[in-house]
């Protein structure tokens, strides 16, 4: 069992994310990670999904999800020549004894502290989701008031360009 990844570029309609999740849930998949996000194209959107399984599992998700009328294109994202990414924004208390402690492990993921008010200050951090998964483990000693994570957003090394008709 493993992480995959798979972005589908599918028509920009209304209901098509429903769709995509309902496939997956219909089939008994589950979704990791879930990004949506618009391309150059208005009329098209990027789906970019993580899952977890083997091989045959993640095949027959290609396939299935292939199938939707909305989708495009389904491609396979492998980590070797892509850029995968995820942004957290994580919440600490600064009201803890060993808050420069914790300022050191920010600085050392290549976290930015991006807003101090009241009592605590806001992290933001763009990487790898390991490293992000990485960064977590590192900072569970602190006093965290509250994170947000958003899905993984991932795009092909080089020139690589997708022609939709």
Same mark, same amino acid.
């Given at each position: ?5 798979? #972005? ?10 429903? !769709? $995509?999740? %309902? ?9 990791? /990670?879930?990004? #949506? ?9 990027r789906?970019?999904? $993580?899952?977890?399984?083997? /091989? !045959?599992? =993640? /095949?027959?998700?290609?396939? &299935? ?11 396979s $994202?492998?980590?070797?020549? %892509? ?7 994580i919440? =600490?208390? %600064? ?22 008010? &009241? ?5 933001e ?9 990485? =960064? ?8 965290? #008031? ?10 092909e !090394?080089?020139?690589?360009s997708?022609?939709?008709?």
């Open positions: 069992m493993k992480k995959q990844c798979m #972005v589908l570029l599918v028509q920009n309609n209304s209901g098509v994310l429903a !769709r $995509v999740s %309902s496939m997956f849930m219909q089939r008994g998949f589950n979704i990791d /990670s879930l990004t #949506v996000s618009s391309t150059d194209n208005p009329h098209i959107s789906i970019t999904v $993580v899952t977890t399984g083997d /091989s !045959r599992t =993640f /095949s027959q998700i290609m396939k &299935q999800t292939g199938k939707l009328v909305e989708t495009k294109m389904i491609f $994202v492998e980590p070797a020549f %892509s850029l995968i990414r995820e942004l957290l924004l919440k =600490f208390s %600064s009201d803890q004894e060993n808050v420069e402690e914790l300022k050191k492990i920010i600085a050392e993921f290549g976290a930015n502290i991006i807003d101090n008010t &009241q009592g605590c200050f806001v992290a951090l763009t990487e790898d989701p390991t490293k992000i998964d990485a =960064f977590l483990e590192a900072v569970k000693p602190f006093k965290l #008031v509250e994170l947000c994570r958003s899905g993984a957003t991932a795009l !090394r080089g020139l690589v997708y022609e939709i008709n």
